[in-house]
């Protein structure tokens, strides 16, 4: 018979492996429990938002960075934030669409909110929206200002960072996007490009299909690259159905890959990076 497997053998260790697969047992035990729910509701013509989602998708709720930034703006509306300390918040509309802005201003308000200090901002859309259509340009100026927004006054180059599995359409948001964006830096040197900022972008992947970390891979090229600064697109989870498709979310605190389906990764922020992170 083949000689037993030790995990020594690949420099684990019994009780780090024992407690890592008890951990994610239990996290998709809860994801199990949540979509029988939802098929529960489907049959029985029930509505889903009967459903209690406090237990089943707020998983590792202290790591949960993405589902954590979404459940802070249904907690209650902008007057109920504001009125919790080292936080300010407020709606207002931009380009015709509704935004909820929040401003964590200290490590107060950052522990209420189990969020880093920051700006986040919430653009809701209408459920259907076409390339092209009669919306489409607002939306998209609306998308820019928030970025802006989230951004040094003076940017001259900019480092893109696409997360997320091309495969997987869930998490293929990054990868989508990257497909319509403008890289310059490589035409800077020519007539014409002159009044253009200098734009490089970088297609991570995930971890099980390149074999390195995306913090690893971003890390390594702002060094090389040197820019003012990072954008990084990634797909958030959500816990509302009617989220999905329609809510953008800007931030300048960066971002913690995988965190919304409790796989938390090295973040991208400007602690790790050392340049402003907008996400």
Not at 102 to 123: M, R, S, W
């Amino acid at each position: 018979p083949p000689p037993p497997i030790k995990l020594s053998h690949y420099g684990l260790a019994l009780k780090d492996y024992s407690k890592e697969v008890i951990e994610n047992q239990v996290f998709f035990r809860k994801k199990q429990i949540f979509f029988s729910l939802v098929i529960y509701c489907a049959a029985a013509g029930k509505n889903t938002q009967d459903i209690d989602c406090t237990e089943v998708l707020y998983v590792n709720k202290c790591k949960n960075r993405s589902c954590e930034r979404g459940a802070a703006h249904r907690a209650g509306d902008a007057g109920e934030m504001t009125a919790l300390q080292g936080v300010e918040a407020h709606e207002e509309t931009l380009h015709g669409f509704g935004v909820t802005a929040v401003e964590i201003l200290d490590d107060i308000g950052a522990q209420q909110l189990n969020k880093p200090v920051g700006k986040y901002f919430t653009l809701e859309l209408p459920s259907f929206m076409d390339r092209g259509g009669e919306n489409f340009a607002g939306a998209a100026e609306a998308v820019s200002e928030l970025l802006r927004r989230c951004l040094p006054n003076s940017v001259g180059s900019a480092f893109i960072a696409a997360l997320g599995n091309p495969d997987i359409t869930p998490d293929a948001l990054g990868n989508l996007t990257a497909a319509y964006t403008l890289v310059t830096r490589h035409l800077m040197p020519l007539p014409g490009f002159e009044s253009f900022c200098s734009t490089a972008l970088c297609r991570t992947g995930v971890l099980g299909t390149t074999g390195m970390e995306s913090a690893a891979q971003i890390r390594t090229l702002v060094r090389e690259l040197k820019p003012d600064c990072l954008i990084v697109i990634d797909a958030l989870a959500g816990a509302d159905p009617s989220r999905l498709c329609r809510t953008v979310q800007v931030c300048d605190s960066g971002i913690a890959p995988g965190s919304g389906v409790g796989n938390d990764r090295e973040p991208l922020n400007r602690d790790t990076l050392g340049i402003p992170v907008a996400a």
